[in-house]
């Protein structure tokens, strides 16, 4: 089955610190994986997807297939970043709806 | 505007009535998703559709069901059947194809009174 871990509901950081949102997944085919942002008062919207090897916005993730793992990384966090982030995973056939884990609070102060 | 659009904001309900959470997109997308948003539970899949007239159960259907007569529209009705309907409710869309993006609308909060 299917299933995404976040294992941290809430992660607080000052300004310029380094950030890492966890996310862990199963799957017994090759997952696709997602990152989605919701900030306050906003849509839920795509971050970045692993298979574009971008950096979006100063954050990256990079899918470590060994540990089933797709950690997000910011080496120096911003105020603006504070929002609730989610992992998500669909599968390796098109039609596999998005799964998405519990999602992260991340909030970033001065 | 294109997007994908839910009515109502905000609904109303009495105990052991049915409801109808609107979704419209005119993204020209195929797929189609709902999803129930509660406090530390994340986003779980109730009902998603990747063609008209063809829709899959997610991993909490029980209690709701849907309908996908055209492409644009996704509707979702919330039983009586349904234990705790009070939540926020979202709606997604996407081409179907892999490793794409799904957009969201902007949720229809849901309470039971």
């Known amino acids: 089955a299917q299933r995404v871990t976040q294992p941290e509901k809430l992660l607080s950081v000052f300004k310029g610190a380094p950030v890492e949102l966890k996310c862990n997944y199963s799957?017994?085919?090759?997952?696709?994986l997602f990152w989605y942002v919701q900030y306050s008062r906003q849509r839920l919207q795509l971050l970045l997807r692993h298979i574009s090897r971008e950096s979006i916005k100063g954050f990256t993730a990079d899918l470590n297939k060994g540990e089933t793992s797709f950690h997000l990384k910011k080496p120096f966090a911003q105020e603006e970043d504070s929002a609730m982030y989610y992992c998500?995973?669909?599968?390796?056939?098109?039609?596999?709806?998005?799964?998405f884990g519990k999602g992260t609070t991340l909030s970033v102060s001065s | 505007d294109g997007g994908i659009t839910q009515s109502p904001k905000y609904l109303f309900r009495k105990e052991g009535q049915n409801v109808t959470l609107s979704c419209e997109q005119n993204l020209n997308h195929d797929a189609m998703y709902w999803y129930r948003q509660d406090p530390g539970q994340g986003l779980r899949l109730i009902y998603y559709?990747?063609?008209?007239?063809?829709?899959q159960k997610g991993d909490i259907a029980e209690g709701y069901s849907v309908s996908r007569e055209k492409k644009e529209s996704f509707p979702l009705t919330v039983t009586s059947a349904q234990k705790n309907p009070t939540a926020f409710y979202l709606c997604?869309?996407?081409?179907?194809?892999?490793?794409?993006?799904?957009?969201f609308g902007q949720g229809t909060r849901l309470t039971v009174v």
């Open positions: 799957y017994s085919g090759s997952p696709e």
């Open positions: 998500a995973l669909s599968g390796d056939q098109a039609g596999t709806a998005l799964i």
């Open positions: 997604a869309s996407s081409n179907g194809h892999l490793n794409t993006e799904a957009f």
């Open positions: 559709s990747q063609i008209v007239n063809d829709f």
